[in-house]
């Protein structure tokens, strides 16, 4: 049987080639994003055995969602891909944009990363990639202060 993976952040851009070389690796891979029509895209491309769950990493109950509907999937790679940067001045970049930000490259992989690690420690199995960016290494940067911390 093929092992699974989860991927957030699979409907563009680094979680989308990440899906890409999965699948091509043998894994069976779960696409998660919110843009349904892009994922339900590469799960076409990926085969048959490819599963989408649309999701809002934004929203601490859709993170809690999606673990509840894929923890009985034996995933033993999870991917936390899903993440944004909001640019412009700090004092102008509205706090709504921020927080959904933080939301998203902070508290979604936090939660993810938490609620697979306990069943991947039980399993004595998994492994967690979590996509980050090397702002993140810096003391900061121009235009992305919210970002870079
Ligand atoms: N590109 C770079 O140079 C670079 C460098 C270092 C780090 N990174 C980081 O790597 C990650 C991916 O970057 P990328 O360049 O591949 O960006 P991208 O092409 O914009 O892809 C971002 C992915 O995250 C998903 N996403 C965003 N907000 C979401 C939400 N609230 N809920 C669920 N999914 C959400 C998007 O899907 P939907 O819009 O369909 O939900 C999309 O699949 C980001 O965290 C980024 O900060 C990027």
Same mark, same amino acid.
Do not use: W
């Given at each position: 049987?093929?092992?699974?993976?989860?991927?957030?952040?699979?409907?563009?851009?680094?979680?989308?080639?990440? @899906?890409?070389? %999965?699948?091509?690796?043998?894994?069976?891979?779960?696409?998660?994003?919110?843009?349904?029509?892009?994922?339900?895209?590469? @799960?076409?491309?990926?085969?048959?055995? $490819?599963?989408?769950?649309?999701?809002?990493?934004?929203?601490?109950?859709?993170?809690?969602? %999606?673990?509840?509907?894929?923890?009985?999937?034996?995933?033993?790679?999870?991917? *936390?891909?899903?993440?944004?940067?909001?640019?412009?001045?700090?004092?102008?970049?509205? %706090?709504?944009?921020?927080?959904?930000?933080?939301?998203? *490259?902070?508290? @979604?992989?936090?939660?993810?990363?938490? %609620?697979?690690?306990?069943?991947?420690?039980? #399993?004595?199995?998994?492994?967690?990639?979590?996509? @980050?960016?090397?702002?993140?290494?810096?003391?900061?940067?121009?235009?992305? #202060? $919210?970002?870079?911390?």
């Amino acid at each position: 049987m093929a092992k699974t993976a989860l991927v957030t952040g699979a409907s563009s851009g680094i979680g989308r080639e990440i @899906a890409r070389d %999965l699948s091509a690796r043998g894994f069976r891979v779960i696409l998660s994003a919110r843009r349904e029509e892009r994922l339900r895209e590469l @799960a076409e491309e990926l085969g048959d055995n $490819t599963r989408v769950v649309v999701c809002d990493v934004s929203d601490r109950e859709e993170c809690l969602r %999606l673990y509840e509907e894929t923890k009985s999937e034996k995933i033993s790679v999870l991917v *936390n891909c899903a993440g944004f940067g909001a640019v412009g001045s700090f004092d102008k970049l509205p %706090l709504d944009t921020e927080l959904k930000m933080i939301d998203t *490259n902070v508290t @979604a992989v936090h939660m993810l990363t938490k %609620l697979f690690l306990k069943d991947f420690v039980a #399993a004595d199995r998994g492994y967690i990639m979590n996509i @980050a960016s090397s702002a993140g290494l810096m003391y900061g940067g121009p235009m992305m #202060a $919210t970002y870079y911390a």
